[in-house]
T-cell receptor, first 115, second 114 residues
Framework: AQSVTQLDSQVPVFEEAPVELRCNYS??????LFWYVQYPNQGLQLLLK??????LVKGINGFEAEFNKSQTSFHLRKPSVHISDTAEYFC?????????????FGQGTILTVHP | EAQVTQNPRYLITVTGKKLTVTCSQN?????MSWYRQDPGLGLRQIYY???????DKGDVPEGYKVSRKEKRNFPLILESPSPNQTSLYFC?????????????FGPGTRLTVT
């Protein structure tokens, strides 16, 4: 069985500061990793994904994430955040096919960007 | 425009009154799924469907039913809703056969059971 742990439930940060949202996963097989963003009163939007290849993945809105297999982590980073980045962020994992595409989500991290 | 739609977006009902939340996608996706989102718990899968007439339980299926009679539609049925089913519900779809599992989400349905 796979699981995802987001290590911070809330992350407050000032505008233009860097941010890192942490995600650790556990799985007995190869995985695909995703970060989704949920803006207030909206559905989930894919931010970026790791499927294979380069461990540094770039996504939309200036976000990037690094896959670290030895530490089973997939932390999300942005060098300079904006007020508009205020949202809830979810890390998710899907295995290589044994569970038919099921996504397992972390608990979510609420990012609040202050002026 | 490629999208997943859900109706209604907001629903307040009473305990025991049967309800259906509809979900439709226009991307010809084989895989569809329902999740519920609760504070501090993230999203948890309720049911999923790999194709027409093929459905299976997710992590929290109790109290829910689904059907997949057409490829584009995947309704979620609560035959006797209870207050613990008050939640935010999301439908999602993906082209499973193409892979690898990027899911597209609907806008959500906020359900309150009193």
């Amino acid at each position: 069985a796979q699981s995802v742990t987001q290590l911070d439930s809330q992350v407050p940060v000032f505008e233009e500061a860097p941010v890192e949202l942490r995600c650790n996963y556990s799985s007995s097989v190869s995985v695909y990793l995703f970060w989704y963003v949920q803006y207030p009163n909206q559905g989930l939007q894919l931010l970026l994904k790791y499927l294979s290849g380069s461990t540094l993945v770039k996504g939309i809105n200036g976000f990037e994430a690094e896959f670290n297999k030895s530490q089973t982590s997939f932390h999300l980073r942005k060098p300079s955040v904006h007020i508009s980045d205020t949202a809830e962020y979810f890390c998710a994992v899907s295995d290589d096919g044994t569970s038919y595409g099921k996504l397992t989500f972390g608990q979510g991290t609420i990012l609040t960007v202050h002026p | 425009e490629a999208q997943v739609t859900q109706n209604p977006r907001y629903l307040i009902t009473v305990t025991g009154k049967k309800l259906t939340v509809t979900c439709s996608q226009n991307m010809n996706h084989e895989y569809m799924s329902w999740y519920r989102q609760d504070p501090g718990l993230g999203l948890r899968q309720i049911y999923y469907s790999m194709n027409v007439e093929v459905t299976d339980k997710g992590d929290v299926p109790e109290g829910y039913k689904v059907s997949r009679k057409e490829k584009r539609n995947f309704p979620l049925i609560l035959e006797s809703p209870s207050p613990n089913q008050t939640s935010l519900y999301f439908c999602a779809s993906s082209a499973y056969r193409v892979g690898p599992y990027e899911q597209y989400f609907g806008p959500g349905t906020r359900l309150t059971v009193t």
